[in-house]
Nanobody, 126 residues
Framework: QVRLVESGGGLVQAGGSLRLSCAASGRTFSRYAMGWFRQAPGKEREFVAAINWNGGNTAYADSVKGRFTISRDNAKNTVYLQMNGLKPDDTAVYYC???????????????????WGQGTQVTVSS
């Protein structure tokens, strides 16, 4: 069992930045690929970014590519999402997720992730 706790959300003006953190506990963090997803009101939960077990491979949704950066610190059992150039369309609840997988690739498919955090709200004002 893995417990995930997100933090760092908040209200920011368009063009601003936020850094989300997701702290993991319970199992060996380095055995997990990590992902960030988001869900806006009335919409499906969608993929944002993912990183493999050692940080050697990442993937991004087209909508955030070049603005968001995912990273991890296995010594701190934490994954981060640096969000720059925020837009009102980025407003959503952001969730981190863990997939028990030690491989090169990453997944952008919601169903492949085994554990989820409770989410943190990000609101971008225009």
């Amino acid at each position: 069992q893995v417990r995930l706790v997100e933090s760092g959300g908040g209200l920011v003006q368009a063009g601003g930045s936020l850094r989300l953190s997701c702290a993991a506990s319970g199992r060996t963090f380095s055995r997990y690929a990590m992902g960030w997803f988001r869900q806006a009101p009335g919409k499906e939960r969608e993929f944002v970014a993912a990183i493999n077990w050692n940080g050697g491979n990442t993937a991004y949704a087209d909508s955030v590519k070049g603005r968001f950066t995912i990273s991890r610190d296995n010594a701190k059992n934490t994954v981060y999402l640096q969000m720059n150039g925020l837009k009102p369309d980025d407003t959503a609840v952001y969730y981190c997720a863990a997939e028990e997988a030690v491989r090169t690739g990453v997944s952008w498919v919601r169903g492949t992730y085994d554990y989820w955090g409770q989410g943190t709200q990000v609101t971008v004002s225009s």
